[in-house]
């Protein structure tokens, strides 16, 4: 079979799942309380981020690496990743004493690239270059060619694919009944293809559900336009899963064996990990909450079934916390920005406060630009509020008082540039 019309055998998926025994174990498949009740479903979460690298993707990386003859590894290998594919090959590396060079964006989370230099040690070199994944991945093709070195693919090979697919045999040897719905995060679409080639084959009747985040849709494109075609621009936020274009092997593979993708938008995400973090201790990534934050769009379908997610990752860095929470309280309603032009005189900040400012509303922010030459000074406000329903008697009481002001949450490109 020619690598265009490439689809994972069984017997290429079980052999691969001895191989991974080496690096990995078998990840638990746990029942979650918290969302069963939540979405009155039996939600199960294969939990990826328990690995050593905190991802699946020592999976792949390793069944690819280790199936490398002597002599191309002696030559060096190269990968371009996001971050933790990246940590699946410096562990292999490291493992199979050969020398790899990662190349990372400029945008990689610092945490992954400390992960990424601890798991290599001497046999990785780490360049950072470009601002996207589709940015390093070019440099690293490029250097590969010029030097002859293999390039170890994050999605778009068969050995990949084969690796990630064993979390699908596993998830089948794990939980004997039956599964309805089971949830895939995608990125470049390789855990999708092997996961859901083994799924298929052994249990035909779930429906297997990808998702992406809603700023990098780059599998529902191509589904939708029947073409593996690139995205122009990309939210980055999701770091694991902000890929322009989808493999061109892994695209084929999903059409056949995925029944829908759904998008998630990035403040669910984000709502997503506070939630996990808070209620059941769990630390994803925002690619790792993808799976999870995607049985909110889907909870009448899933009302009273069997549902399996599988959560991808963990290499989560404390500093985007703040970011995180500030995209959450936004999606949810919770968080309002105006640019407010005060009168000024002394005691008009006071007015806002007492008379505009209900009990529970908290100002957030506050960005205040006096202009001795005009009779009103504008101020940029966020307000954090107790219910989303606030909103409009905040505006409502703004208006009676006569303070000027313009909401900036819907402008976008007003809000991006001011806040």
């Known amino acids: 079979m020619s690598k265009e019309n490439y689809y994972p055998l ?26 069963s009740v939540k979405f009155q479903a039996n939600v199960h979460l294969k939990r990826e981020d328990l690995q050593l690298v905190r991802s699946y993707k020592i999976r792949g990386a390793f069944t690819k690496i280790s199936s490398l ?29 050969c020398f790899g060079k990662v ?32 940015d390093a991945a070019a440099k690293a093709m490029a250097d590969a060619k010029e030097h002859s070195q293999t390039i170890i693919h994050p999605f778009d090979d068969p050995k990949i694919i084969e690796g990630q697919g064993t979390i699908g045999l596993e998830i089948l040897q794990q939980l004997t009944e039956p599964i309805d719905y089971l949830f895939l995060p995608i990125g470049g679409g390789g855990l999708a293809s092997g996961v ?40 980055r936020f999701v770091d694991g899963a902000a890929v322009r274009k989808v493999g061109d092997l892994t695209w084929k593979i999903c059409e056949k064996v995925l029944d829908d993708v759904v998008v998630v938008p990035e403040g669910l995400i984000c709502s997503t ?38 959560l991808s990752g963990s290499n989560n860095d404390i500093t985007r916390m703040e970011e995180i929470k500030e995209r959450s309280l936004l999606f949810e309603g919770l968080k309002h920005y105006f640019l407010v032009r005060f009168p000024q ?6 007015e806002f406060v007492n008379d505009v400012l209900d009990s529970g509303d908290d100002i957030t922010h506050f960005e205040y630009y006096k202009k001795s030459s005009r009779e009103k000074g504008p101020a940029v406000i966020g307000i ?36």
């Open 10 to 35: 069984m017997a290429d998926i079980v052999k691969a799942s001895r191989v991974v025994q080496e690096v990995a174990h078998t990840a638990p498949l746990l029942k979650n309380m918290n969302l």
């Open 69 to 97: 003859t002597k002599e191309v590894l002696a030559k060096g290998i190269i990968c371009a990743s996001a971050g933790n594919h990246a940590q699946g090959v410096a562990y292999s590396c490291n493992k199979l004493k």
């Open 103 to 134: 190349y990372m964006p400029e945008t990689t989370p610092r945490q992954k690239i400390k992960q990424v230099k601890m798991f290599g040690g001497e046999f990785v070199e780490i360049v950072l270059s470009g601002d996207t994944f589709d």
């Open 196 to 235: 859901g080639a083994w799924i298929k084959e052994f249990s035909p009747n779930t429906k297997i559900i990808g998702v992406e985040p809603e700023g990098a849709p780059s599998m529902k494109i191509a589904f939708e336009k029947n073409c593996n075609v690139a995205l122009d621009s990309i939210d």
């Open 273 to 310: 990990i506070l939630q996990m973090y808070n209620e059941d201790a769990i630390v994803a990534e925002p690619a790792g909450a993808l799976s999870i934050a995607a049985l909110n769009l889907m909870k009448d379908k899933i009302k009273g079934k069997n549902v399996v997610c599988v």
């Open 345 to 350: 005189r002394s005691g008009a900040l006071k």
């Open 384 to 419: 954090e509020v107790q219910n989303p329903k606030d909103l409009k008697r905040l505006q409502k009481r703004m208006a009676e008082r006569n303070f000027v002001f313009e909401y900036l949450n819907d402008k976008t490109d007003l809000f991006q540039f001011i806040v």
